[in-house]
């Protein structure tokens, strides 16, 4: 019995540094609380990415902890990912000067919305740090969330990942009622999904006799009895996942979190629960399921369609911005599960691959909605953040820097060539018409232009209307501007030289079984 | 004709690695005056004319060098940069400075350094002065970039860069409608030629793998079928548009409308010019097809007498003298169709236009400083004594334009007619009969404006311009009349590398069809002295016979335009319109609706309760389970 300590490393400073979190909470003093929260998290998800590093280039991998986890190249291209994004996200937390010197988050969280003990904590200016060791235990649920090699770690990482996150949904300091109601909801409904996981995994146990992905693959290619039990744990555990990639009809949830969580947390679920939950049902499918391909893609194609319909159509009409970039998350999610459709496994001409397409493609969705959320604190008004869509009116003129970059990463969004959203559409879509879904393509490549329309909209309003009294730009500190400044840089270079990266993201493509 | 001798540049050496200060002091020049004319103030003027004096100054030392180097080392090749390479395609930025564009080099600088010192006399009171003086400057880096580049990509940013900063300029005066109008037609009219430009240039890239000239020189002999004539005709389109050669004339006589240094600079000495520089630079392919190089002949014929109409009938000084470079140009677009023999004698007769042309150009707008921007030759008469310098630096330029024996138009012009003859009898009539007509309307011109009596209106009080004025008329009046006879017997040596050429015996005493020449501008002369010369000058032009209505109308050029181009795309475009607005956007409209209403629908779905929204995963559960069971039968 070995445990692989340094390649499970990064993993393990990230919950570490989670738990000396919580200590920190507890023997820091106050004033002191703040900058050590920050700095340790920001110091063990670099040094975890220096870490991460090393031993990619060192070569480890295979099965490690006792072959609960798998480091495979796909693990060590989504932990980077996860780190970076994780880092640039996290770092939006940390901004205090939008909000008149404390943070968005909620100063008693415990306290009753309305009641005196919250109007008394809100007086104080207190201020809980709870939320960074909070998104650290998300950030190391989410790391393991893909790596799994068994379901039950799978479950695990889920959960780990999941109970965070409702907890920060529901800590915004404004507009609490609504948070709190996000967070029940998102409570509610995950802890609904999971269940449907959890059968999932016990039917597919029942089928197979194993936990291990390569074992279910194994028995899916030698059956010993009926098909019936797989069906049905393959559907359960795919509404288990599709749930956390936000995928129609499991996606209800999706706009009232968006909407309700405070607006840093909902940049970092934005990518990095995504990034997690399609990497897991890439695994699932094409690590424990490849054997049952002609059976899950059909389903999966359907539901994608579903998806894009209804991100697309449903955000048309949408007035708050943090609830279209929600549709435009669901409609992203098809876009990316078009290529997980597709099962392109490459060919020496044309070596991008559905796994290489949808990593690209996670990565460039990421930077442009880290930016657009970051963006979004920083639109203000007397109470709060202006969330409406008619009150961006006219941001253009007042400040065209900040209207100029959130209308590059809505143009990123749209797919306009030039910037890192057409190289990722292109990718995706080409895997899925290699996959031979080139009906699915068409629907996809219909559905971007109506989804196109929304963001060309908020455009539209920024640039062309006329500025609304009372809406102001806030001064931010570098917490908001280094992330808005690397995901608009990423944006522009990854449309004009995306090279390096799809050449890491096409080599990084091949699971371990 | 084919085979000829190309001579490859060598590589740059001391000085002429500094090739590029020349492009790139004009540059910053306007980078500065227009990006910072406001810290800049009244010094911007100063700078532009700093700026190009060093660019001068540069062009002066690489000439000298170039004299003193042997023959064959005198074209050199300035590699600068990678611009861009994909594939097997590898575009490079680089200048070369041979024989034919240190030529241009020093016309550019030379004579536009003069027309800035003279702006800074006739722009003395626009308050935009600064922004004018950061146009000139942008034009002449543009201009440079033109003649200095290495292949035709390059050459192409200088064209459309030209083209940029004519459009500026024609349209300088942007308060006055007509000004703007004829600013976006020149531009309009333009784009019609660089679409031949890029078409050709693109030709060539898919022919050549390269748009270098020393890759198109040496691959030009390897074209099969259709595409020498192909890309001749394509770059003659393109010459048309810049050099106003007919068909796409129309545009600059309307041009008149900028300051009248940009007119001299821009529409008579340089950019205008760039079209037979385009044409003598692709001599390697217009050799290889008889057809396009016979249409170089027949544009430029049919140019340089339409040129010359129109200048016998208009009344307003500048577009005569509009019509005479049309003409001149023309005379220069035949040498260069004429093939080896002319190519020398094009670039000789332009440079000595540039000359002589600028000098009239800017003589007209010292006249039109002293009557008040009266451009009407009608309400000029007998301005010799109030104008001296005027007057006798637009003698000489007028001696030169007509050809009178030894002046600098004498022996550029007269070689022209010369080739012209020997390509065939009825060329070489149509180019003498041209020069008889210059002859005439040159001293209708003459006379209106400085002969004759005075007719202007009481109050308008003619006077001599200002020293900085008159210098560069002085200076160009030199030109005008000694540089014919200083290149003459050296040009075409010089440029025979470039050209590809070999020299011909040029003789200072005429040959029969220089007497004959002579002759027939003495009766071009004289025609005109009889009719303008004798009688008083009506004050309001007279009805004229069906030959002068035409000219002034400027040959119904605008109407067949009209006719020809303009109504058939307005209503195109008018077709389009409709259907865009009933048929498409009817049917998009439609489709849009529904979606909205959609979007509406499931908005109602979305209700923020969750026991729904469970409701609804269970649904979707069923639906998976359905879609697997029908997975399964089917």
């Known amino acids: 019995m070995t445990v692989e300590w340094r390649a499970i490393a990064p993993v393990l400073l990230v919950l570490i540094a989670a738990i000396l979190g919580i200590l920190a909470e507890a023997v820091v003093p106050r004033a002191q609380r703040f900058f050590a929260q920050v700095f340790l998290t920001v110091a063990s998800i670099v040094v975890a990415g220096v870490l991460l590093v090393t031993n990619w280039r060192a070569g480890l991998g295979g099965p490690v902890a006792m072959g609960s986890m798998m480091l495979d190249a796909p693990t060590y291209f989504m932990w980077g990912a996860l780190l970076v994004f994780g880092l640039i996200s996290i770092l939006v937390f940390a901004e205090r000067e939008l909000n008149g010197g404390v943070s968005a988050f909620a100063a008693s969280a415990a306290t009753v919305p309305g009641s005196r003990a919250e109007a008394e904590a809100s007086a104080a200016r207190l201020e809980h740090t709870e939320v960074f060791p909070l998104a650290l235990f998300a950030l190391g649920g989410m790391m393991v969330f893909p790596a799994s090699a068994d379901l039950i770690t799978m479950f695990v990482a889920l959960e780990v990942l999941s109970l965070p996150l409702y907890l920060m949904c529901g800590m915004a300091r404004r507009r609490r009622l609504l948070s709190q109601e996000a967070a029940l909801k998102y409570f509610l409904l995950g802890a609904f999904s999971s269940a449907f996981f959890l059968f999932g995994v016990a039917l597919l146990y029942g089928y197979a006799g194993s936990f291990d992905l390569s074992a279910i693959a194994t028995a899916v290619q030698n059956p010993t009895m009926g098909s019936g039990v797989l069906y049905a744990g393959m559907g359960l555990l795919a509404v288990g996942l599709l749930f956390k990639v936000g995928v129609v009809p499991f996606h209800n949830w999706t706009p009232d979190v968006y909407m309700g969580a405070p607006t840093p947390v909902t940049g970092f679920m934005a990518i990095c629960t995504k990034l997690a939950a399609v990497g897991a049902t890439l695994r699932v499918f094409y690590v424990a399921l490849s054997g049952e391909r002609w059976s899950w893609q059909p389903l999966l194609a359907v539901l994608v369609v579903a998806t894009m319909v209804v991100g697309a159509v449903w955000g048309l009409t949408q007035t708050d911005i943090k609830r279209t970039l929600a549709y435009s998350s669901i409609a992203h999610a098809g876009f990316i599960m078009t290529a997980v459709v597709g099962a392109y496994a490459g060919s020496p001409t044309s070596p991008l691959d559905s796994v290489g397409s949808a990593l690209f493609y996670l990565v460039v969705y990421g930077l442009a909605s880290v930016g657009a959320f970051a963006v979004i604190t920083m639109v203000r008004n007397a109470s709060g953040e202006a969330n409406a869509i008619a009150s961006w009116s006219g941001l253009g003129r007042t400040s065209p820097l900040l209207a100029g970059i959130f209308a590059l990463f809505m143009l990123s969004f749209t797919g306009i060539p030039l910037t890192a959203g057409f190289i990722g559409k292109w990718a995706v879509f080409a895997a899925a018409w290699r996959g031979g879904f080139e009906w699915l393509v068409i629907v996809a490549v219909l559905l971007s232009l109506v989804a196109a329309v929304f963001y060309l909209r908020i455009i539209v309003v920024m640039f062309f209307g006329e500025p609304v009294d009372g809406v102001v730009v806030g001064r931010a500190s570098a917490f908001t501007w280094l992330p808005i400044a690397v995901a608009a840089i990423g944006v522009a270079v990854l449309g004009v030289f995306p090279g390096p990266v799809l050449d890491l993201a096409t080599a990084a493509s091949t699971f371990l079984r | 004709m084919i085979g000829l001798e190309i001579v490859d540049p060598v590589a740059a050496t001391g000085l002429f690695g500094y090739a590029w200060l020349m492009i790139a002091l004009p540059a910053l020049g306007a980078l500065l005056i227009l990006g910072f004319g406001r810290f800049l103030g009244k010094a911007g003027p100063a700078l532009a004319v700093a700026t190009i004096t060093g660019s001068f100054a540069l062009a002066v030392a690489l000439f000298v060098q170039q004299l003193a180097a042997p023959a064959d ?562």
């Open chain 2, 73 to 634: 080392a005198r074209a050199v090749s300035v590699p600068l940069y990678t611009w861009f390479s994909t594939g097997a395609w590898q575009l490079d930025v680089g200048l070369l400075v041979d024989q034919l564009s240190i030529l241009f080099c020093l016309l550019i600088t030379g004579v536009g350094g003069l027309i800035h010192v003279y702006s800074l006399g006739y722009m003395a009171h626009d308050e935009r002065k600064g922004r004018f003086f950061g146009y000139l400057n942008l034009f002449v880096a543009a201009m440079l970039v033109l003649v200095l580049a290495d292949n035709y990509l390059v050459l192409f940013v200088g064209w459309e860069g030209v083209g940029l900063a004519s459009y500026l300029l024609i349209g300088f005066w942007q308060h006055k409608p007509s000004a703007a109008a004829a600013a976006k037609k020149a531009f309009v009219m333009n784009r019609v030629g660089d679409l031949g430009m890029v078409l050709a240039i693109s030709a060539m890239l898919a022919q050549f793998g390269s748009s270098a000239f020393s890759e198109v020189n040496h691959g030009a002999a390897n074209l099969v079928g259709p595409w020498p004539t192909a890309i001749g005709l394509l770059l003659l389109l393109g010459a048309c548009g810049k050099s106003a050669q007919v068909p796409l004339q129309a545009w600059l006589l309307d041009a008149m409308e900028g300051p009248t240094p940009v007119s001299a600079l821009i529409h008579a000495a340089t950019m205008v010019t760039a079209g037979v520089y385009l044409v003598v630079r692709s001599h390697a392919i217009f050799e290889l097809s008889t057809v396009a190089a016979t249409t170089v002949v027949l544009v430029g014929t049919v140019t340089l007498l339409a040129g010359a109409w129109i200048g016998c009938a208009k009344d307003d000084i500048k577009k005569v003298l509009a019509g005479s470079t049309m003409s001149q140009i023309g005379y220069m677009m035949l040498a260069a169709g004429i093939g080896p023999a002319g190519y020398a004698f094009a670039i000789f007769h332009l440079l000595t236009h540039g000359a002589f042309k600028a000098n009239m150009f800017l003589g007209a707008g010292s006249v039109m400083h002293g009557m008040d921007d009266d451009v009407e030759m009608r309400h000029y008469g007998g301005l010799w004594k109030y104008l001296p310098v005027t007057f006798w630096t637009f003698a000489c330029g007028y001696l030169a334009i007509i050809g009178f024996p030894l002046t600098s138009g004498y022996f550029s012009k007269d070689h022209i007619i010369e080739a012209a003859f020997g390509q065939s009898m009825l060329i070489g009539s149509l180019a003498l009969l041209g020069a008889g007509v210059t002859a005439f309307y040159m001293t209708r011109l003459m006379l209106m404006t400085f002969g004759g009596a005075k007719r202007w209106a009481d109050g308008v009080h003619p006077h001599e311009s200002p020293a900085v004025m008159t210098v560069p008329l002085v200076v160009l009046a030199v030109l005008s009349i000694g540089a014919g006879a200083v290149m003459n017997w050296w040009i075409q040596e010089w440029l025979e590398p470039a050209t590809g050429a070999h020299a011909h015996e040029v003789d200072l005493l005429p040959t029969p069809i220089g007497w004959a020449t002579m002759a027939v501008v003495a009766l071009g002369v004289l025609v005109g002295w009889l009719v303008f010369g004798r009688r008083e000058v009506p004050a309001t032009a007279p009805q004229g016979n069906l030959v002068a209505r035409a000219g002034r109308n400027e040959l119904y050029g605008n109407s067949v335009n009209d006719v020809l181009v303009v109504q058939p795309v307005l209503a195109m475009s008018r077709a389009a319109v409709t259907t865009d607005a009933k048929g498409i956007d009817g049917f998009v409209g439609t489709f849009t609706d529904a979606i909205g209403g959609l979007s509406v629908a499931g908005r109602r779905a979305q209700n923020g309760y969750v026991r729904s929204y469970a409701l609804t995963m269970v649904l979707g559960v069923l639906a998976v389970g359905a879609v697997l069971i029908l997975g399964l039968v089917g």
